[in-house]
Structures are given as C-alpha cells and as structure tokens.
Nanobody, 125 residues
C-alpha cells in the first residue's frame, strides 16, 4: 500500500524559511521510473504544483513564480522528499501536499495517483 505523509508545516514570519518533509512507503524507486512532488492549495484557490522531481528527466520542475526560493530534494535511502522554502511571503500560505503518479510514470505534469494529507503553512506578514 502506497502512503505519503507530509509534515513540517507551521507558522513562520515573512522572509523566513521552512522545510517540509514527505515520508513515503510502498514505492520501490530502485528499478522503476518515478516522479514525486509538492502541491499546494490556498484558501479560495485551486491546487497548484509547487515542485516535482522526475527520475527520467533527472531534474526538478518548479512553478515559475517559485524558482529560486523553493528547492525540492529526495533522499531515497530514507524514503523522504523535502521541500525547502525560503524568503517566504504571505501568498505562500497554503496547505501543502506531497503526491506521486503510479510507479513507472515519471511525468510531473500528468495526473497524480497518490496523495498524502497536507500540512499547513502560514506565513505572517
């Protein structure tokens, strides 16, 4: 059974930093292509992709507005994906989710098959 669990959210002042973690299980990234990423949904807005790592591309995709402030990294030995967020702004306030497509699918822009429960990030101005 695939499971994703995001953590690390909280209240932070504008300009501050935060690192989110996503512990995942049920995947074996050793032999198959994969993608895993972060999404967010702010109140009254649609969910949007934040950052995503694709094994076939060998690099990460970022939302244009977040490049340079957010960094995704993976630690397959620990089955954990991280999202480092810096220079946070009030508009970054949202629930952040980690998600992944089915194993073997390394597309960051297709549909995600698995979603973890979100973690709330609140940036105070």
């Amino acid at each position: 059974e695939v499971q994703l669990q995001a953590s690390g959210g909280g209240l932070v002042q504008a300009g501050g930093s935060l690192r989110l973690s996503c512990a995942h299980s049920g995947f074996d990234f050793t032999f198959d292509e994969y993608a895993i990423g972060w999404f967010r949904q702010a109140p009254g807005k649609e969910r949007e992709v934040v950052a995503c790592f694709s094994s076939s591309a060998g690099n990460a995709y970022y939302a244009n507005s977040l490049k340079g402030r957010f960094t995704i990294s993976t630690d397959n030995a620990r089955n954990t994906v991280y999202l480092r967020m810096s220079r946070l702004r009030s508009e970054d306030t949202a629930v952040y989710y980690c998600a992944a497509p089915t194993l073997g699918d390394s597309s960051c822009l297709g549909g995600m098959a698995y979603w973890g429960k979100g973690t709330q990030v609140t940036v105070s101005s």
